[in-house]
């Protein structure tokens, strides 16, 4: 995939808009070598939860994909929120900017949340050559929105890596702010 098509890959990748179509194989592309994925994951999020913090716990995993999105100045990217936790998918001309957005965000949710939030940039090459695929669709609800769904078991993969300690960014200093301009979780 060349340079140009690599970096469109998403918003290029046609939809699919019958429900069915998150079940067949064929609507799912593989996610360009050169990318990476920035996964996001909340310690403990259970305890966090049963303390009364599922609003909290919430809002930090979607303040993840808020803060990549506006700092690659990019709403058209694929991501999946986890409640506790999200993965984005970055184009390799993002992938600074991600790591910047995670470290950003993993200290403001220390800090103004109280939480732990473990974060990792995953190069999408890695996945490969560990035997896996990171497969992307893109299923329309409208035709002004559209969902990132995820197959060959690269995500999860990258997840657990990430817990294992593997690809992490460290927290940024205590003055770094992330952009959470139209972050809003209503789950």
């Not at 259970?46 to 100045?73: H, R």
């Not at 992307?136 to 690269?154: L, W």
Request: hydrophobic share 45%.
């Amino acid at each position: 995939m060349d340079k140009l098509s690599s970096e469109t890959f998403f918003s290029a990748l046609p939809v699919f808009v019958d429900f069915a179509g998150v079940a067949d194989g064929h609507n799912y592309q593989a996610l360009p070598v050169d990318w990476a994925l920035a996964t996001a994951d909340i310690v403990d999020s259970s305890g966090a939860i049963e303390a009364g913090g599922y609003k909290t716990v919430n809002a930090a995993g979607a303040s993840v994909i808020s803060a990549i999105l506006n700092a690659l100045g990019n709403n058209d990217l694929p991501f999946v929120f986890g409640g506790d936790g999200a993965i984005v998918a970055v184009p390799p001309s993002g992938v600074e900017r991600a790591r910047s957005a995670l470290s950003a965000v993993q200290g403001w949710v220390g800090r103004e949340l109280q939480l732990r939030l473990r974060v990792a940039l995953v190069p999408v090459h890695e996945i490969i050559a560990a035997g896996l695929e990171v497969r992307v669709a893109r299923f329309q609800v409208t035709p002004d929105v559209s969902y990132a769904m995820f197959s060959g078991g690269g995500a999860s993969w990258a997840e657990a890596r990430m817990k294992e300690g593997r690809y992490g960014v460290p927290p940024a200093a205590p003055d770094a702010h992330p952009d959470l301009t139209g972050l809003s979780c209503r789950w």
